[in-house]
């Protein structure tokens, strides 16, 4: 079985940091992507940025790109999400996701969700 948790959101201020880690365990026989998603109050699920599994390819949704960084670790089973100068328009639940084709930007090419962590950016 495939376990993704989530941690380090929280409260910040507009133009604060955070960075978001997600860990997985257990395995499968498939390869992996991974990747975050982001939903506010009312609004539908977004996609925010991912990653492929060798960490060569990175995607990111056009209003994060040069605020925001994913990345993996070595050992390949934690996934970061380092977001710099954050805004309001930010605050949402933040999802980790696992087991997309590389590039994938639609939630339901994903197979595995961790349980989603709240982002609140205040201005």
């Known amino acids: 079985q495939v376990h993704l948790v989530e941690s380090g959101g929280g409260l910040v201020q507009a133009g604060g940091s955070l960075k978001l880690s997600c860990t997985m365990s257990?395995?499968?026989?498939?390869?992996?992507?991974m990747g975050w998603f982001r939903q506010g109050p009312g609004k539908e699920r977004e996609f925010v940025a991912s990653?492929?599994?060798?960490?060569?390819?990175?995607y990111y949704e056009d209003s994060v790109k040069g605020r925001f960084t994913i990345s993996r670790d070595r050992g390949q089973n934690t996934v970061y999400l380092q977001m710099n100068n954050l805004k309001s328009e930010d605050t949402a639940v933040y999802y980790c996701?696992?087991?997309?084709?590389?590039?994938?930007?639609?939630?339901?090419?994903?197979?595995?969700w961790g349980q989603g962590i709240q982002v609140t950016v205040s201005s």
């Open positions: 990653i492929s599994w060798s960490g060569d390819s990175t």
């Open positions: 996701a696992v087991d997309g084709l590389v590039g994938a930007r639609d939630p339901r090419e994903y197979d595995y």
């Open positions: 257990g395995r499968t026989s498939r390869t992996y992507a």
